[in-house]
């Protein structure tokens, strides 16, 4: 019992000596290094814990720039559901493009808003109440059911979803979307993830022609880019005063067949001939044609139809001139505000 005693302090004495040594003398025995801190985990917005809270300061940055008045008297009290709703990427700045859309009606007295993340309040019935539907960074198959491909229980509801958001507009309301509104209802076997280099082929080719066009490739925030604008008569240009601009943003690019200027009256565009060449590299297989909008209105049926690229981050809702553009652009939609919507060659690429 001694002898293993012994044995037993000799080894921890032993121990001990070699990790003095090694922690003065500098040699291979060091104390384990402390693990690098990690940052906390986001709380507030659409990529945190509680994907529906927005932030306080982007609340207070968004509040700093609304504008004061709206460009269009509305014809009578106006409902819009802003639905937020995504079966694929989140964007973090979903809560705070839902929050800006209330406080835009609130204080400009345009329009009233409702805020949903519940695919399943698009049905013909519920839509009755509404003037226009607000699309909120929605992505992949938002409207439906996880199931509806072996399901015929869910396919049902997934075409009736369909048919409501289609005779919506087409009966003479209004669509806006922001966004990955146009990240929505693609996909493809090609490698690279989100459609691949070519951005896949329609998987809704109704929606995919209202919407005016789907997800290539981004160019990642922060991008600068120059901003053209396409249609400076257009009142939902105003805030622009016919001036070209740069903003900083994540930057859409459209499969090929899918955007057409034939389709859609462009207000907006990327001037390419502004772009590095090294900017331009990093998007693989570019339109033929470098035509990148990034804004349009469309008629589709009776109804209307306002699409705005930008909006990524949530600095994008703290500059005032792009919440007037989206203002009238909604304003369009809903009809209060009148704009050439003729598709064409209008503007120049």
Known sequence: MKLTQSRALLAVTAGVAMWIAGTVGG???????????????PTCGGRSSQ????????????????????PAKPAHPRKILVLAATSGWVHSSIPIAAKTMEE???????????????????????????????LDSTTGTYLDEPN????????????ARRKALMDFIRGGKGIAGIHAASDSYHCSLEPGGRGGPAGGSPLWPEYNKMIGGYFKHHWNYPTTITV????????????????????????????????????????TSIDYSKMS??????????RTDHDFALSWIRREGKGRLFYAA????????????????????????????????????????
């Open 228 to 267: 053209k604008i396409d249609d400076p008569k257009s009142p939902i240009n105003a805030p622009f005063k016919g001036q070209p601009f740069e903003i900083a943003d994540e930057v859409y690019t459209y499969n090929q067949d899918s955007f057409s200027r034939e389709n859609v009256h462009v207000l």
């Open 27 to 41: 040699g291979a025995q060091q104390a384990p290094a402390a693990a690098p801190s990690q940052p906390p985990a």
């Open 51 to 70: 994907p529906q809270s927005v932030c306080p300061e982007h609340v207070e940055a968004m509040m700093a720039a609304l504008p004061d008045k709206a």
């Open 148 to 159: 509806a491909a072996t399901d015929p229980a869910a396919k049902t509801v997934t075409d």
């Open 310 to 349: 930008l909006g990524h981050d949530e600095s994008i809702y703290a500059k005032r001139p792009m919440l007037e553009h989206v203002l009238a652009g909604v304003q369009y939609a809903l009809g209060d505000l009148k704009a050439d919507d003729s598709p064409g060659k209008a503007g120049t690429k």
């Open 277 to 286: 060449p090294e900017v331009r590299a990093k998007e693989q297989f570019p």
């Open 104 to 134: 835009l009606g609130k204080k400009t007295g345009a329009w009233t808003a409702t805020v949903s993340y519940d695919r399943s309040v698009i049905t013909a019935e519920n839509l009755k109440q509404y003037d226009a539907i607000f």
